[in-house]
């Protein structure tokens, strides 16, 4: 079956650390893949992206995403965490020929200030 | 442009009753719209698939006599939870996708239900 992992659960970070947040995806052919966040007590935002094109993607508030192809990963970065990125972040999948999205388990980012 | 909305955001409820939740897009036609739940601290579940004049297609494991999806028009799809539980207390989300190469779907704000 089709799945979508993010392996970091939960991550601390002091404000101005860098962040990278991992998502792998199985195998399934071609992909499209996002990433979004959820702020504490609100709706999904999408932070970015990608259909084809440049495997580096650049999204909003300065978070960014390389698809690696060969590794089927789509891992988030963001080179200064502010503490308002405090939030769950998650990667979602949707394979060729299938309208569905699958949404990994989601990260749980504290930022301390 | 493709906002999506939903009524109500917030809802209580006796239960045994049974509560509508309306998902619209706004500003495009949904040919596809879909239904998620995320209980707290997890992710979306996919519920349910609906396309605009036929009947839903339903995740393993959702009941679908439990959870009435229709999709009477091109902007509009309701999920209607009967005789609810407190069990069924949940965020509801819907999406909507209006086809297109990418087929990417557009997220309502979600609907927090509460079935004491």
């Known amino acids: 079956a089709q799945s979508v992992s993010q392996h970091n659960h939960h991550v601390i970070l002091s404000e101005a650390a860098s962040l990278e947040l991992g998502c792998n995806y199985s195998?399934?052919?071609?992909?499209?893949l996002f990433w979004y966040v959820q702020y504490p007590g609100q709706h999904l935002q999408l932070l970015l992206k990608?259909?084809?094109?440049?495997?580096l993607v650049k999204g909003i508030k300065g978070f960014e995403a390389e698809f690696i192809k060969s590794k089927f990963s789509f891992n988030l970065r963001k080179p200064s965490v502010q503490w308002s990125d405090t939030a769950e972040y998650f990667c979602a999948v949707s394979y060729s020929g299938t309208y569905k999205y699958i949404f990994g388990t989601g990260t749980r980012l504290k930022v301390l200030a | 442009g493709a906002v999506v909305s939903q009524h109500p955001s917030w809802v209580i409820c006796k239960s045994g009753t049974s509560v509508k939740i309306e998902c619209r897009s706004l500003?495009?036609?949904?040919?596809?719209m879909f239904w998620y739940r995320q209980f707290p601290k997890q992710s979306l579940m996919l519920m349910a698939t609906?396309?605009?004049?036929?009947?839903?297609?339903?995740e393993q494991g959702v009941e679908k006599d439990k959870f009435l999806i229709n999709h009477a028009s091109l902007t509009l799809s309701t999920l209607t939870v009967t005789s609810a539980h407190p069990e069924d207390s949940s965020f509801y989300i819907c999406?909507?996708?209006?086809?297109?190469?990418?087929?990417?779907?557009?997220f309502g704000p979600g609907t927090r239900l509460t079935v004491l």
């Open positions: 990608y259909f084809s094109g440049d495997p």
């Open positions: 500003d495009f036609q949904a040919t596809t």
């Open positions: 609906s396309n605009e004049g036929s009947k839903a297609t339903y």
């Open positions: 999406s909507a996708s209006g086809g297109g190469t990418n087929n990417e779907q557009f």
């Open positions: 195998y399934g052919g071609t992909v499209n």
